[in-house]
Each structure stands twice: as structure tokens, then as C-alpha cells.
């Protein structure tokens, strides 16, 4: 399963959850980070989801990640974990199998 097709149940429909959105502090005259800009620099498991952050417009901007499995959250953490310094836009196209864990 490729990343953009993570999804979540919200009520009664599944929506995707990549790209997730972003959130920062802002002032006036910043861009907000929208969609698929930017690039990966941090990935943490917080709970059952993953925590991210990428670089956009020389800000750090955040996004969390949760959704239904399959694919299971350690598959999908180890594969974000080896794409760090990769754009936003080209994550959502790889590919996560249990065969990216570790273990």
C-alpha cells in the first residue's frame, strides 16, 4: 500500500490521511504550509500515531499521522524513518509492506 492511501474512519466514511495537515505558529507575512510542500526532517511515535515534521518556506511545520491498519504503525514509522530529507510529494508514492519492519 502506497502512503497516500493510508486511510482513517471518520463517522461512517474512510478519508485519507496523506498529506496530513500542518500546523505552526504564524506571523504576519509567513506561508502557511498547505498539501504535499515541504520536506520530511523528523518522525516520532507518540501513542498509536506518528508525529511529523518538515521544512517549508525555512520554517518547521507539524503534522500528526493516524490510520487504520493495515499497514501496521511500526512498517509505516520504519519506512517515513528512512525518507527523511525527502519531499513531501514523493513520500506519498512509496510503497509501505511488512517487509520494511525491522522486526
Known amino acids: 500500500m502506497r502512503i497516500s492511501e493510508l486511510k482513517r474512519t471518520v463517522g461512517k466514511a474512510k478519508v485519507r490521511v496523506w498529506p496530513?495537515?500542518?500546523s505552526s505558529s504564524y506571523e504576519h507575512?509567513?506561508?502557511l504550509a498547505v498539501?504535499?510542500?515541504g520536506v520530511l526532517r523528523r518522525v516520532q511515535r507518540v501513542g498509536e500515531r506518528l508525529s511529523l515534521t518538515m521544512?517549508?518556506?525555512g520554517r518547521e511545520h507539524?503534522?500528526?499521522l493516524e490510520w487504520d491498519a493495515p499497514p501496521v504503525l511500526a512498517d509505516v514509522e520504519y519506512a517515513l524513518?528512512?525518507?527523511?530529507?525527502?519531499?513531501?510529494r514523493a513520500i506519498g508514492e512509496v510503497e509501505?509492506?511488512?517487509?520494511?519492519?525491522?522486526g
Open 29 to 31: 507575512g509567513n506561508t
Open 55 to 57: 521544512e517549508y518556506d
Open 20 to 22: 496530513p495537515p500542518w
Open 35 to 37: 498539501g504535499d510542500e
Open 81 to 88: 524513518g528512512a525518507l527523511i530529507g525527502e519531499e513531501i
Open 96 to 102: 509501505v509492506s511488512p517487509s520494511t519492519s525491522l
Open 62 to 64: 507539524v503534522g500528526s
